[in-house]
């Protein structure tokens, strides 16, 4: 199984984190097939970086984030992302035009009704 989780770098007491694609046989700090981002907690706020184009790709074929990079993801916006593609927009947001050309063409639909 291909998982997404953290591995580990950075001195001691100074952890450094890369969100990495692996597959769930290796170590902790083995080889990767894919680095998808970085997570630096020591910094305040944690820097976080990823890769969003890549880490939906990913997801989409099937890999597992941990737990860890599940929030990780979330807080980057992928899970929302990815959510979109697997099953379309969000039902709040499919009563709304998405441009103004639609917007107006609902209108003159609307005005051609009362007549």
Do not use: C
């Not at 984190?17 to 944690?46: C, F």
């Not at 984030?65 to 929302?80: F, H, I, N, Q």
């Amino acid at each position: 199984m291909v998982r997404i989780r953290l591995m580990r770098l950075g001195k001691r007491h100074r952890p450094f984190y890369r969100i990495v694609v692996v597959d769930s046989r290796k170590k902790r700090t083995g080889a990767y097939i894919d680095q998808l981002g970085y997570y630096n907690p020591l910094t305040d706020p944690a820097d976080v970086k990823v890769d969003v184009g890549k880490a939906v790709e990913w997801i989409l074929k099937g890999a597992q984030p941990s737990e860890t990079a599940r929030r990780l993801l979330s807080k980057a916006g992928v899970l929302k992302r990815v959510h979109e593609i697997k099953y379309g927009k969000s039902k709040a947001q499919e009563g709304q035009p998405e441009s103004a050309a639609e917007e107006s063409t609902l209108e003159e639909q609307e005005e051609a009704a009362e007549e």
